[in-house]
């Protein structure tokens, strides 16, 4: 894994804090983000990221149909 990350902040998907560097497993990681806020954001990321690809595979599903 790069080193990169380890300058980085990540969210714990485990405990919902923010972490800096490779703090928690790699499986309990989302990341990495540059700034603290960022990664404050990542649930919404990772639900505003969910809701476009299952839009996006419903619409291409409907093509094929």
Known sequence: MSSSGAKK???NIH???V???FVSPSVDRVGPFDTH???ERAP???RENSE???A???AENKRWS
């Open 9 to 11: 902040f990540w969210y």
């Open 56 to 58: 996006e595979e419903a």
């Open 15 to 17: 405990t919902g804090e």
């Open 52 to 54: 476009r690809w299952a």
């Open 44 to 46: 919404q990321k990772l």
């Open 19 to 21: 972490e800096f560097g």
């Open 37 to 39: 806020a960022e990664a």
